[in-house]
C-alpha cells in the first residue's frame, strides 16, 4: 500500500519571505499523481497545484511550485513571497493513475504554516 | 454556487444516535466520495460510488451506511454512534476517466458525539 509522510507537523515563516515543506511518499507503482492541498480555518479542502509523475518538469502556479524528485520519491512544495492567507495546514496527496474510476487519494499527516507578519 | 455542498455542517449528538449526513454536486461529476478527518487532522477514505454504484468501501464499521440515489447525491447513514465517530466528515466528487482529475471537496460536516 502507498504511504505519503509529511515530517514537518508546524512550519513557520515570515511575510514576504519563502518557505518549503517536506513530502515523500512510497510506492512500487511507476504512473502516478501527486497533490498538495490547502485547508485554511475554514476547514475547506482546496487544491494547491498537482503534478504527473510521468512529467519531469515541475510543477508551477504562481507563487506554489514544488520539487518533485522521482526517484528520492520526494515531493515538496516552495511558497515564495509569503502571504497572511496562505496560513492554513497543507497536505500532499497520492493518487495512483491505475484506477479509472475512484480517485482515492492517499494523505499524508499535514503541515500547518503559520505566517508571521 | 456551491459545487459540493453538504449538510448539516455541524453535529453535535448522543452515543447511540443514528445520524445522516447529505452531500450533493452540481457539477456532473460521476464520482464521488466520503472521506473522515480524525482530531489528528488524519484524511482518510471511507466510500466510494461511481453512477450510484460503490466502488471502494474500505475499512469501514458496518454501522456506516453510504447511499446514493443519484449520481449527484451521496448520503452517509450511521447507526448506533460512538465517540470515536467524532470527526469531520468530507464528501468530494471527480470527474471519471485517467488523468490527474481533481477532486472537489465539501467544506465538511463537523460529527460531535458525547
Known amino acids: 500500500a502507498q504511504t505519503v509522510t509529511q515530517s514537518q507537523p508546524e512550519m513557520s515563516v515570515q511575510e514576504a519571505e519563502t518557505v518549503t515543506l517536506s513530502c515523500t511518499y512510497d510506492?512500487?507503482?511507476?504512473?502516478?499523481?501527486l497533490f498538495w492541498y490547502k485547508q485554511p480555518p475554514s476547514r475547506q479542502m482546496i487544491l494547491v497545484i498537482r503534478?504527473?509523475?510521468?512529467?519531469?518538469q515541475n510543477a508551477t502556479e504562481n507563487r506554489f511550485s514544488v520539487n518533485f524528485q522521482k526517484a528520492a520519491k520526494s515531493f515538496s512544495l516552495k511558497i515564495s513571497d509569503s502571504q497572511l492567507g496562505d496560513a492554513a495546514m497543507y497536505f500532499c496527496?497520492?493518487?495512483?493513475?491505475?484506477?479509472?474510476?475512484?480517485?482515492?487519494?492517499?494523505f499524508g499527516q499535514g503541515t500547518r504554516l503559520t505566517i508571521n507578519p | 454556487d456551491t459545487a459540493v455542498s453538504q449538510t448539516p455542517k455541524y453535529l453535535v449528538t448522543q452515543m447511540g444516535n443514528d445520524k445522516s449526513i447529505k452531500c450533493e454536486q452540481n457539477?456532473?461529476?460521476?464520482?464521488m466520495y466520503w472521506y473522515k478527518q480524525d482530531s489528528k487532522k488524519f484524511l482518510k477514505i471511507m466510500f466510494s460510488?461511481?453512477?450510484?454504484?460503490?466502488?471502494i468501501n474500505e475499512t469501514v464499521p458496518n454501522r456506516f451506511s453510504p447511499k446514493s440515489p443519484d449520481k449527484a447525491h451521496l448520503n452517509l447513514h450511521i447507526n448506533s454512534l460512538e465517540l470515536g465517530d467524532s470527526a469531520v466528515y468530507f464528501c468530494?466528487?471527480?470527474?471519471?476517466?485517467?488523468?490527474?482529475?481533481?477532486?472537489?471537496f465539501g467544506a465538511g460536516s463537523r460529527l460531535t458525539v458525547l
Open positions: 468530494a466528487s471527480s470527474p471519471r476517466g485517467r488523468g490527474a482529475n481533481v477532486l472537489t
Open positions: 510506492t512500487s507503482e511507476s504512473d502516478y499523481y
Open positions: 503534478q504527473e509523475a510521468y512529467k519531469q
Open positions: 496527496a497520492y493518487r495512483s493513475a491505475i484506477s479509472q474510476g475512484a480517485q482515492k487519494l492517499v
Open positions: 457539477l456532473g461529476h460521476d464520482t
Open positions: 460510488y461511481n453512477n450510484k454504484e460503490l466502488i
